[in-house]
């Protein structure tokens, strides 16, 4: 049985694309909505495989996620548009800038999402994934590292959410710094 709808789907694919419209992800030349739509796509594993979620609502969230950190758009147009649920779980999803030090602002991020339904949790952990291709060039090997302990932080605490997800993230943890060191060093 599918949990979720095409038509769910396509209207918080269109309200990310146009909220993102001209942002590109860091690093790269690919338009934020393509990394939306890569989580999404991890959370469209997962519930074609899995009955029982809450299809629409991990499906909304996966799509809308960077909204309230990179874009205009404010919590209560998301509630407006989308309902409580899907504005509480993209607010979760949301670092709080006003804590300055990155650290803290992980772990706050990982408190706040604890309070949400696991398909908010599984949101996370698919992001984290997809986030964990190549970084970004200019990326020093600390920056690397740190983001790599911050990715076996994200695992420990929201990984019971879903195994499958957890695997892949874990996986992708293991192979994120080797094959990091293996490109620079073909580059040197």
């Not at 029982?52 to 205009?72: F, K, R, S, Y």
């Not at 649920?85 to 030090?101: E, F, R």
Request: proline letters at 6%.
């Amino acid at each position: 049985m599918i949990s979720w709808s095409r038509e769910t789907y396509l209207r918080a694919y269109r309200f990310a694309a146009e909220a993102h419209r001209g942002q590109v992800t860091p690093g790269t030349d690919r338009p934020v909505i393509v990394h939306s739509t890569m989580v999404a796509m991890e959370i469209i594993t997962v519930l074609s495989n899995e009955p029982g979620w809450n299809g629409n609502l991990a499906i909304q969230c996966a799509l809308l996620h960077p909204v309230l950190e990179n874009t205009d758009i404010r919590y209560d147009q998301l509630d407006a548009h989308f309902g409580r649920d899907v504005a509480d779980g993209v607010q979760a999803l949301s670092h709080n800038y006003d804590i300055k030090n990155r650290k803290q602002r992980i772990i706050d991020a990982a408190r706040r999402i604890r309070t949400q339904p696991l398909e908010v949790w599984m949101v996370e952990l698919a992001d984290r994934i997809v986030n964990l291709l190549p970084p970004p060039p200019p990326w020093s090997m600390e920056k690397i590292a740190e983001y790599e302990q911050e990715s076996k932080f994200i695992l420990r605490n929201l990984g019971k959410a879903n195994p499958f997800l957890s695997r892949r993230l874990s996986r992708r943890i293991a192979n994120y710094t080797t094959g990091v060191i293996q490109e620079k060093e073909n580059v040197s």
